[in-house]
């Protein structure tokens, strides 16, 4: 039903700071742009909260599906949104305040999580691990997939030191 805003100054003590009700929204994931917090907001899609004194939400983009996740671009412009069974979307997020639907991905299941390295994105989509080059925000384009051995519920991805990636599915 909303946010809790927490002071991690001290990891040792963290404190309560606030809470901020989004109504009946659901607050599924979160990243920080300077003092705007992006919210994937479920249902209610992209919801953009400043923080820079008492919490107000500045601006809202409807997107298809139930946006449960959501990362930034190595550039901290783009929002990459996973909308569970509407796939993936990428957000021009540039002002905060005016974010701007770029484009759609299906998939081939319902997304609820994502991870990215540079311009690939992937996504455990049920059926299968899915991989997307967003190195066009306006297009992204599917760069490959395989299937899972149960179901693919969430993906990470990352370099592994020794030139090769680590990609994890569950």
């Known amino acids: ?28 994931a979160c990243e920080v742009i300077g003092n705007r917090l992006l919210v994937a907001n479920g249902r ?14 500045t601006a809202t983009l409807a997107l298809p599906g139930l946006a449960n996740d959501l990362l930034l671009d190595a550039g901290g412009t783009v929002a990459v949104v996973a909308l569970g ?3 993936l979307a990428t957000v021009d ?3 905060p305040d005016q974010p ?7 998939t081939a299941g319902n997304v609820f999580s994502i991870g990215r390295m540079n311009d690939l994105v992937v996504a455990g989509a049920y059926p299968r691990l ?7 925000p306006s297009a992204i384009t599917l760069a490959g997939w395989d299937y899972t051995a149960i179901w693919a519920m969430g993906a990470d991805i990352e370099d592994d030191g ?9």
């Open 44 to 57: 209610h899609g992209l919801s953009v909260v400043d923080i820079s004194g008492a919490p107000v939400v």
């Open 100 to 106: 701007l639907l770029l484009d759609v991905a299906p």
């Open 162 to 170: 020794a030139g090769g990636l680590l990609i994890v599915a569950d």
């Open 85 to 87: 069974p509407g796939g």
């Open 1 to 28: 039903g909303g946010l809790h805003l927490l002071d991690v100054t001290n990891p040792a003590a963290i404190t309560l700071q606030q809470t901020f009700s989004l109504g009946n929204d659901a607050a599924w």
């Open 93 to 95: 997020v540039s002002d």
């Open 130 to 136: 899915e991989a997307y080059d967003i190195s066009d």
